[in-house]
């Protein structure tokens, strides 16, 4: 391993790029990088795929020093790094782009750009010095960066460009970007891989965290694979197919599903959503007329790239936030205009998307956060519900009094799910309900979504996770940008077609 | 009345007023674009205040004293600091405290240096040192504007208090920047203190009396831009001034009224009445970084 | 029991801080602890005027408690205090034919509508226009004392600061007409209310719906408004019960002391009740406690005087404060990490 990652005969530069050994992170109880190891060698554009939650975003973290491993060994440029920090690796020459972008939205680009390493004109900032040089890198590589701009007015795709400079005007040779492709269009992921591709020539190294298979095959030339916290592969895209990748991302064979139970009474209309439109504070729009219906004893899932109207259609329909224009109907009442109560009421369920913001509150006790599904429980009602729910779902530890804060994320999310269940109901609407959740408890919370569909309830189910859905829902509907491009039956027997339809619709293909 | 306003001596007076504003806001300023809060302006004043007359009575001098004042307030502020920044105690709670604490202490070693509950001695070793310090805070106003915008600390700074994330993830240390934010502070502060002390010759029990919570409304006003919370300050002084010359004509505004004025138009502001006002993103929030 | 630890702390270091201050101006620390002691608990009088000097204290601590327990700050109580005493002493000048048993309740609930509507413009400001209560409590502060300048000016009797006196039915009696051994001392039956009214705020916070919805909101307002709790009421209402409770602080000094309105009678409870609040961690049983650590402070502070100036008790109590905020998290984290 160190002959290839040191200098060569010749004295020119070391061949590996970055690289890691035997690298272990935990959080808490939960192993986020289990043994893993790595190695990426100059000029390479060497993806880094897995599902959500597989460890990719600890593992670049590490390899960053933006937080270094509780055991293993981070290497750059061959040398092995001791003490593994930002400073560290920016003064070797490695950058990252966040996921989340890292921009002070009240500067300027170049402000942003310059930040922390300033370049001096007195004992002033070089602004012009600033700008010139970041027209020179923009131009070289095909950014298009305004270096007057405030970040605030910029797009997504724009920011990230900025991001890239970043990186750029700071020298870096290593590129690291964190699922860069998220959040931008079609248009925009193009426009991305043309700059990739110029870097590269350039002899820069990329290394992408993705979890879409077909940034990989166009882009890599080498894919580690990443499952549960462990590197399960490592291949050369050119030579594989997106099968075979998928497979190795996933683990097990797609089989068949067993065939489901239904839901034997009278099927209507429960949830009716028309034309509904929700703007974000810049005013572009979340989402843009969407309309869908989902009948109870029916499950409605809805799949889509993170930041395409997700988080704001449950919002929406919960109450929680509010819609520019549209209307929504519950069990044929129009509750457009109802409070987040009032709703309720009216037998809206809600698991919401983000647990720790707005599922639960980690100071409180289990019973206490039962309670917050309908705060007219009281003494002993309220214990005969929570102990329902830590029954039913069996929550651990089974103790009503408990912290929340000291149950897993799992745990936490079963309570939530029951407490939401446990009232009476006539639709459900969950967002990602088994994010960060170990496998049993998935197990569990799809058994309760799925009693809930025999039960008669309609159900809206959205999911980053495509196998949930096609574990769970009847049809399938995608969102992008803001609107809904597509809408497919689940049919078990066409499962491998219609993965490669919803991905097609999720990336825009629809349009 | 109208030839009582048009004199020099009114401008004079609405400036020797709006001077220990203007230096705690420019202060507060600092402080909060950094992205700590601020309610402690009050006691640094009177700290400021304190000791810059002990300074001036035991260093024989007004050069004494002025140093007295900036270095009582900076390490008053590094009292903050410590509790706010490095052991992440409340701001709210930690500035309310020190109040207190300015108060009773100045009361405290007031009775014990000079054995009167009310006042220190007169001292004359002032002298005219309050004409300098007036052209003194006019360039520090012009300075520190220059510094928050110019300069590479100032970018750090506004970075800081923005989206410190983005600042620790390019290798600045939000820590050490609102450290020194926060000293800066105090010694501003400190220096309006010493000006008060000066300008009365003398240091008096709880003399800062309130005008930290103006100089706050003020920066709040000028939404949190060195420049335009001097000038709030001044408006503020303005008024002031106005309101002593009125009572002393006769005329009918009475003066509670006058003196609610910087309140309600700084309740009025965060109301969001008047303009949107934009308060730095990370005020308030000390997370891990 | 955790929680407990901050408050010892802090406690420990102001006893620190005030040794430390006593030596540096000659004096001798046991000596001053003891005189502190004596003047306090070690007589009759003195407990007397620690309970005097706690009542209020009780209140305002109740005051900040509730707030902080919903997530807020109320630095406001100076202000809600004011205007409550002044409508207590307003309403009780003019129950001269009521009998006590309606008087008493009335001019009480005239002080705590007084203080339940300056904190609740401050509470509709918070709530919907979004706008910090931090510093809208404290322009208050100073907008009241403004306003009570002029009111003063055409209602206070001539030539003194203060109202008429309230009619004897709206009197509350002293604690020393039953027990002698306090001789004279100013605590007054307005503490048992005080006391009545932290086992009512534990009782409405810990055993009620509304007291859920409050801790809700205080613990994380995003969960509660997803949950269906209306977090701009909450935080409205508990503005305006926190401005009620202080303004009761009226029925001590009004309606159990002096017998009319003056001005500065407070002399900064209103802060104090701040340091209470936070050394009694918010709790109703903590409030009650650290209020009579404060209230036997303040009086300690006058039996020193001779020997130490009594500010001293002023600096123990800000150094108390910041302690306890500074430990608070420390505490955790360390708690956190052991876990």
Same mark, same amino acid.
């Given at each position: 391993?160190?002959?290839?990652?040191?200098?060569?005969?010749?004295?020119?530069?070391?061949?590996?790029?970055?690289?890691?050994?035997?690298?272990?992170?935990?959080?808490?109880?939960?192993?986020?990088?289990?043994?893993?190891?790595?190695?990426?060698?100059?000029?390479?554009?060497?993806?880094?795929?897995?599902?959500?939650?597989?460890?990719?975003?600890?593992?670049?973290?590490?390899?960053?020093?933006?937080?270094?491993?509780?055991?293993?060994?981070?290497?750059?440029?061959?040398?092995?790094?001791?003490?593994?920090?930002?400073?560290?690796?920016?003064?070797?020459?490695?950058?990252?782009?966040?996921?989340?972008?890292?921009?002070?939205?009240?500067?300027?680009?170049?402000?942003?750009?310059?930040?922390?390493?300033?370049?001096?004109?007195?004992?002033?900032?070089? %602004?012009?010095?600033?700008?010139?040089?970041?027209?020179?890198?923009?131009?070289?590589?095909?950014?298009?960066?305004?270096?007057?701009?405030?970040?605030?007015?910029?797009?997504?795709?724009?920011?990230?460009?900025?991001?890239?400079?970043?990186?750029?005007?700071?020298?870096?040779?290593?590129?690291?970007?964190?699922?860069?492709?998220?959040?931008?269009?079609?248009?925009?992921?193009?426009? %991305?891989?043309?700059?990739?591709?110029?870097?590269?020539?350039?002899?820069?190294?990329?290394?992408?965290?993705?979890?879409?298979?077909?940034?990989?095959?166009?882009?890599?030339?080498?894919?580690?694979?990443?499952?549960?916290?462990?590197?399960?592969?490592?291949?050369?895209?050119?030579?594989?197919?997106? @099968?075979? %990748?998928?497979?190795?991302?996933?683990?097990?064979?797609?089989?068949?599903?067993?065939?489901?139970?239904?839901?034997?009474?009278?099927?209507?209309?429960?949830?009716?959503?028309?034309?509904?439109?929700?703007?974000?504070?810049?005013?572009?729009?979340?989402?843009?007329?969407?309309?869908?219906?989902?009948?109870?004893?029916?499950?409605?899932?809805?799949?889509?790239?993170?930041?395409?109207?997700?988080?704001?259609?449950?919002?929406?329909?919960?109450?929680?936030?509010?819609?520019?224009?549209?209307?929504?109907?519950?069990?044929?009442?129009?509750?457009?205009?109802?409070?987040?109560?009032?709703?309720?009421?009216?037998?809206?369920?809600?698991?919401?998307?983000?647990?720790?913001?707005?599922?639960?509150?980690?100071?409180?006790?289990?019973?206490?956060?039962?309670?917050?599904?309908?705060?007219?429980?009281?003494?002993?009602?309220?214990?005969?519900?929570?102990?329902?729910?830590?029954?039913?779902?069996?929550?651990?530890?089974?103790?009503?009094?408990?912290?929340?804060?000291?149950?897993?994320?799992?745990?936490?999310?079963?309570?939530?799910?029951?407490?939401?269940?446990?009232?009476?109901?006539?639709?459900?609407?969950?967002?990602?309900?088994?994010?960060?959740?170990?496998?049993?408890?998935?197990?569990?919370?799809?058994?309760?979504?799925?009693?809930?569909?025999?039960?008669?309830?309609?159900?809206?189910?959205?999911?980053?996770?495509?196998?949930?859905?096609?574990?769970?829902?009847?049809?399938?509907?995608?969102?992008?940008? @803001?609107?809904?491009?597509?809408?497919?039956?689940?049919?078990?027997?066409?499962?491998?077609?219609?993965?490669?339809?919803?991905?097609?619709?999720?990336?825009?293909?629809?349009? | 009345?109208?030839?009582?306003?048009?004199?020099?001596?009114?401008?004079?007076?609405?400036?020797?007023?709006?001077?220990?504003?203007?230096?705690?806001?420019?202060?507060?300023?600092?402080?909060?674009?950094?992205?700590?809060?601020?309610?402690?302006?009050?006691?640094?004043?009177?700290?400021?205040?304190?000791?810059?007359?002990?300074?001036?009575?035991?260093?024989?001098?007004?050069?004494?004293?002025?140093?007295?004042?900036?270095?009582?307030?900076?390490?008053?502020?590094?009292?903050?600091?410590?509790?706010?920044?490095?052991?992440?105690?409340?701001?709210?709670?930690?500035?309310?405290?020190?109040?207190?604490?300015?108060?009773?202490?100045?009361?405290?070693?007031?009775?014990?240096?000079?054995?009167?509950?009310?006042?220190?001695?007169?001292?004359?070793?002032?002298?005219?040192?309050?004409?300098?310090?007036?052209?003194?805070?006019?360039?520090?106003?012009?300075?520190?504007?220059?510094?928050?915008?110019?300069?590479?600390?100032?970018?750090?700074?506004?970075?800081?208090?923005?989206?410190?994330?983005?600042?620790?993830?390019?290798?600045?240390?939000?820590?050490?920047?609102?450290?020194?934010?926060?000293?800066?502070?105090?010694?501003?502060?400190?220096?309006?203190?010493?000006?008060?002390?000066?300008?009365?010759?003398?240091?008096?029990?709880?003399?800062?009396?309130?005008?930290?919570?103006?100089?706050?409304?003020?920066?709040?006003?000028?939404?949190?831009?060195?420049?335009?919370?001097?000038?709030?300050?001044?408006?503020?002084?303005?008024?002031?001034?106005?309101?002593?010359?009125?009572?002393?004509?006769?005329?009918?505004?009475?003066?509670?009224?006058?003196?609610?004025?910087?309140?309600?138009?700084?309740?009025?502001?965060?109301?969001?009445?008047?303009?949107?006002?934009?308060?730095?993103?990370?005020?308030?929030?000390?997370?891990?970084? | 029991?955790?929680?407990?630890?901050?408050?010892?702390?802090?406690?420990?270091?102001?006893?620190?801080?005030?040794?430390?201050?006593?030596?540096?101006?000659?004096?001798?620390?046991?000596?001053?602890?003891?005189?502190?002691?004596?003047?306090?608990?070690?007589?009759?009088?003195?407990?007397?005027?620690?309970?005097?000097?706690?009542?209020?204290?009780?209140?305002?601590?109740?005051?900040?408690?509730?707030?902080?327990?919903?997530?807020?700050?109320?630095?406001?109580?100076?202000?809600?205090?004011?205007?409550?005493?002044?409508?207590?002493?307003?309403?009780?000048?003019?129950?001269?034919?009521?009998?006590?048993?309606?008087?008493?309740?009335?001019?009480?609930?005239?002080?705590?509508?007084?203080?339940?509507?300056?904190?609740?413009?401050?509470?509709?400001?918070?709530?919907?226009?979004?706008?910090?209560?931090?510093?809208?409590?404290?322009?208050?502060?100073?907008?009241?004392?403004?306003?009570?300048?002029?009111?003063?000016?055409?209602?206070?009797?001539?030539?003194?600061?203060?109202?008429?006196?309230?009619?004897?039915?709206?009197?509350?009696?002293?604690?020393?007409?039953?027990?002698?051994?306090?001789?004279?001392?100013? #605590?007054?039956?307005?503490?048992?209310?005080?006391?009545?009214?932290?086992?009512?705020?534990?009782?409405?916070?810990?055993?009620?719906?509304?007291?859920?919805?409050?801790?809700?909101?205080?613990?994380?307002?995003?969960?509660?408004?997803?949950?269906?709790?209306?977090?701009?009421?909450?935080?409205?209402?508990?503005?305006?019960?926190?401005?009620?409770?202080?303004?009761?602080?009226?029925?001590?000094?009004?309606?159990?002391?002096?017998?009319?309105?003056?001005?500065?009678?407070?002399?900064?409870?209103?802060?104090?009740?701040?340091?209470? #609040?936070?050394?009694?961690?918010?709790?109703?049983?903590?409030?009650?406690?650290?209020?009579?650590?404060?209230?036997?402070?303040?009086?300690?502070?006058?039996?020193?005087?001779?020997?130490?100036?009594?500010?001293?008790?002023?600096?123990?109590?800000?150094?108390?404060?910041?302690?306890?905020?500074?430990?608070?998290?420390?505490?955790?984290?360390?708690?956190?990490?052991?876990?």
């Amino acid at each position: 391993m160190s002959e290839a990652a040191t200098a060569t005969a010749s004295g020119g530069p070391p061949a590996e790029a970055i690289g890691c050994s035997h690298v272990w992170t935990r959080f808490g109880a939960v192993v986020a990088n289990r043994d893993v190891s790595l190695s990426v060698m100059r000029g390479e554009v060497h993806a880094v795929i897995g599902e959500n939650g597989a460890g990719k975003s600890t593992l670049m973290r590490a390899l960053y020093g933006m937080h270094p491993p509780d055991a293993g060994e981070v290497r750059i440029g061959g040398e092995i790094i001791a003490r593994p920090s930002v400073p560290a690796a920016i003064a070797r020459k490695v950058g990252m782009v966040h996921q989340h972008f890292m921009l002070v939205p009240t500067l300027t680009a170049a402000e942003n750009v310059v930040l922390g390493r300033e370049p001096w004109r007195g004992p002033f900032v070089d %602004l012009r010095r600033a700008e010139r040089e970041i027209g020179e890198l923009s131009e070289r590589f095909g950014l298009r960066v305004e270096p007057r701009r405030l970040v605030s007015s910029l797009s997504v795709g724009e920011a990230q460009r900025v991001e890239i400079v970043k990186v750029l005007w700071r020298g870096a040779d290593v590129l690291i970007l964190d699922e860069p492709t998220a959040v931008l269009t079609p248009l925009e992921v193009g426009e %991305l891989f043309g700059v990739l591709r110029e870097l590269v020539a350039d002899g820069k190294t990329v290394v992408l965290v993705t979890h879409k298979l077909d940034e990989v095959l166009q882009l890599a030339t080498r894919v580690t694979v990443m499952r549960r916290g462990e590197v399960v592969g490592s291949l050369d895209p050119r030579n594989t197919t997106a @099968g075979e %990748l998928a497979r190795t991302m996933v683990g097990r064979d797609l089989v068949a599903a067993p065939p489901r139970p239904i839901f034997a009474g009278e099927s209507r209309e429960r949830l009716r959503v028309e034309g509904l439109t929700v703007t974000r504070d810049d005013g572009t729009r979340a989402l843009d007329d969407v309309s869908l219906s989902v009948r109870g004893g029916e499950i409605l899932g809805v799949a889509g790239v993170e930041g395409n109207g997700q988080s704001e259609l449950t919002l929406a329909i919960a109450g929680v936030i509010a819609q520019r224009s549209g209307r929504i109907l519950v069990d044929g009442h129009d509750v457009s205009h109802d409070s987040v109560r009032a709703r309720r009421d009216r037998g809206v369920a809600h698991v919401p998307e983000d647990r720790h913001a707005r599922g639960v509150v980690l100071g409180f006790s289990i019973a206490d956060n039962v309670r917050l599904g309908d705060d007219a429980l009281d003494g002993a009602k309220l214990a005969k519900v929570t102990r329902s729910v830590i029954d039913r779902l069996d929550v651990r530890p089974p103790e009503p009094r408990a912290t929340m804060a000291t149950l897993s994320g799992g745990n936490q999310q079963k309570v939530v799910v029951g407490r939401e269940l446990s009232r009476e109901h006539g639709v459900l609407v969950c967002a990602q309900p088994t994010r960060g959740v170990d496998v049993g408890a998935i197990e569990r919370i799809h058994a309760e979504i799925a009693h809930a569909r025999v039960a008669g309830k309609a159900v809206l189910l959205v999911s980053a996770d495509l196998d949930e859905l096609f574990a769970l829902a009847d049809r399938i509907g995608v969102l992008f940008r @803001g609107r809904v491009v597509g809408c497919v039956d689940n049919v078990p027997e066409r499962r491998a077609e219609l993965r490669g339809e919803i991905a097609a619709l999720m990336l825009g293909a629809g349009t | 009345m109208m030839h009582t306003i048009l004199t020099l001596g009114f401008a004079a007076a609405v400036i020797r007023i709006t001077v220990p504003y203007a230096l705690a806001a420019l202060g507060g300023t600092l402080s909060e674009r950094s992205g700590v809060i601020n309610i402690a302006l009050e006691g640094l004043l009177l700290i400021g205040a304190f000791t810059a007359t002990m300074g001036a009575y035991f260093g024989h001098g007004a050069i004494a004293g002025v140093l007295g004042g900036v270095i009582g307030g900076a390490a008053f502020g590094a009292l903050y600091a410590l509790l706010v920044v490095t052991l992440r105690g409340d701001q709210i709670v930690c500035g309310v405290a020190l109040n207190l604490l300015a108060d009773g202490i100045t009361r405290f070693l007031l009775k014990a240096t000079f054995d009167s509950s009310s006042n220190s001695p007169r001292i004359d070793a002032w002298g005219d040192v309050g004409t300098r310090l007036i052209a003194l805070t006019v360039v520090l106003v012009a300075l520190f504007h220059a510094v928050v915008y110019w300069t590479p600390f100032g970018l750090r700074l506004r970075a800081v208090g923005e989206h410190p994330e983005a600042a620790a993830s390019l290798g600045v240390r939000p820590a050490r920047i609102r450290w020194v934010a926060l000293l800066l502070a105090g010694a501003l502060a400190g220096l309006g203190g010493a000006w008060l002390a000066a300008d009365q010759r003398q240091f008096v029990a709880g003399m800062s009396n309130g005008r930290g919570y103006i100089a706050l409304a003020a920066m709040i006003f000028g939404g949190w831009r060195p420049a335009r919370a001097a000038a709030a300050c001044l408006l503020f002084g303005l008024a002031e001034a106005m309101q002593i010359a009125l009572q002393a004509a006769g005329v009918g505004v009475p003066g509670w009224a006058v003196q609610m004025l910087p309140y309600v138009l700084t309740m009025v502001t965060l109301a969001g009445f008047i303009g949107r006002s934009h308060a730095p993103r990370a005020l308030g929030r000390i997370d891990d970084t | 029991m955790k929680s407990i630890l901050p408050p010892l702390w802090a406690t420990l270091i102001a006893l620190a801080a005030a040794s430390a201050l006593i030596i540096a101006v000659g004096g001798g620390p046991l000596a001053v602890y003891r005189l502190l002691l004596a003047g306090t608990w070690g007589n009759g009088y003195g407990i007397g005027q620690v309970l005097f000097k706690t009542t209020p204290l009780i209140f305002t601590g109740l005051s900040v408690a509730l707030a902080l327990r919903a997530g807020l700050f109320n630095i406001g109580a100076e202000g809600q205090l004011t205007v409550g005493a002044f409508a207590t002493a307003m309403v009780g000048l003019h129950c001269a034919h009521l009998p006590a048993v309606v008087a008493v309740p009335l001019a009480l609930v005239a002080g705590a509508l007084g203080g339940a509507l300056v904190g609740a413009i401050a509470g509709a400001l918070k709530a919907w226009r979004g706008a910090h209560e931090v510093i809208n409590t404290i322009m208050l502060n100073f907008i009241v004392r403004a306003v009570m300048v002029g009111v003063g000016a055409h209602l206070f009797e001539r030539e003194q600061i203060h109202t008429a006196p309230v009619a004897a039915s709206a009197e509350l009696p002293r604690l020393s007409r039953f027990i002698p051994g306090l001789h004279g001392s100013a #605590a007054n039956a307005s503490l048992f209310i005080a006391v009545a009214v932290a086992l009512a705020a534990w009782w409405l916070v810990e055993r009620t719906r509304a007291g859920f919805r409050l801790r809700a909101v205080g613990a994380s307002p995003d969960a509660a408004a997803t949950s269906g709790i209306s977090v701009p009421r909450v935080q409205f209402f508990a503005l305006a019960l926190s401005g009620a409770v202080a303004g009761l602080v009226g029925a001590n000094f009004v309606l159990g002391y002096k017998h009319y309105y003056e001005d500065g009678f407070s002399g900064g409870i209103g802060y104090m009740g701040i340091a209470v #609040a936070v050394l009694g961690r918010s709790r109703p049983l903590g409030v009650v406690l650290a209020a009579l650590l404060f209230g036997t402070l303040s009086q300690g502070a006058l039996a020193v005087n001779a020997v130490v100036p009594k500010e001293l008790v002023d600096v123990m109590t800000a150094v108390i404060i910041f302690s306890v905020a500074a430990a608070a998290p420390s505490v955790r984290r360390r708690l956190e990490a052991a876990a």
